[in-house]
């Protein structure tokens, strides 16, 4: 267990709907990652924030949002889904120092959208 | 541009063989990390190692070893005596100090044969 949460385990929907996916970083760590794991592009990097601000951007769709609270949980918002957004979404953790760039993943989010 | 290549799709072996995951990496920056995920069949992503640029020291932990080598740009992966529960897909993945996001290989999907 590396002590990152992500709720829900388990998302279907159809296209053009809207989804949120959350994720509670491991205690005492202040960056959160989200990461995009489909058939055909693999493992990709779409967001980083850190302490409630956005720290860098990677191939995330401009229907893709995400935001860091104050309590340092994160969520993702999926909007106008398309089929092709069906894919494992993954949030990370990291410390800060030395350490920082071990990242902590959670169990994901399994989207399905149909 | 930063890349990372896993050239074996797939490994298949039988119990108690050992076995080699081949990671080559591309970047020219100086400064960069190596890490090794593991996806057992239940999805989620766990960290096995870090490895800084600066430190090619080769580490055994267990019947896990890395082989980093700076001259090749590989930072090798090898399971000795592996077990049917070492089946998995094995990702090795970059990051850059320039930048937090992990740079995933495709991936290499491990089958160890009881």
């Known amino acids: 267990d590396s002590g990152v949460t992500q709720t829900p385990k388990h998302l279907i929907t159809a296209t053009g709907q809207r989804v949120t996916l959350r994720c509670s970083p491991r205690s005492g760590d202040l960056s959160v990652y989200w990461y995009q794991q489909s058939l055909d592009q693999g493992l990709q990097f779409l967001i980083q924030y850190y302490n409630g601000e956005e720290r860098a951007k990677g191939n995330i769709l401009e229907r893709f949002s995400a935001q860091q609270f104050p309590d340092l949980h994160s969520e993702l918002n999926l909007s106008s889904l398309e089929l092709g957004d069906s894919a494992l979404y993954f949030c990370?953790?990291?410390?800060?120092?030395?350490?920082?760039?071990?990242?902590?993943f959670g169990p994901g989010t399994r989207l399905t959208v149909t | 541009a930063q890349k990372v290549t896993q050239a074996q799709t797939e490994i298949s072996v039988v119990e108690k063989e050992d076995v080699t995951l081949d990671c080559v990496y591309e970047?020219?920056?100086?400064?960069?990390?190596l890490f090794w995920y593991k996806q057992p069949p239940s999805g989620e992503l766990v960290f096995l190692i870090r490895?800084?640029?600066?430190?090619?020291q080769n580490e055994i932990s267990g019947r896990y070893s890395w082989n980093f080598q700076k001259s090749t740009s590989s930072f090798n992966f090898t399971i000795t005596a592996s077990q049917v529960v070492d089946s998995a897909v094995y990702f090795c993945?970059?990051?850059?100090?320039?930048?937090?996001?992990?740079?995933f290989g495709s991936g290499t999907r491990l089958l160890v044969r009881p």
């Open positions: 990370a953790s990291s410390l800060q120092g030395d350490r920082r760039y071990e990242q902590y």
């Open positions: 490895r800084n640029s600066f430190d090619e």
């Open positions: 970047t020219r920056d100086t400064t960069y990390y």
């Open positions: 993945a970059l990051s850059l100090d320039s930048s937090y996001k992990l740079i």
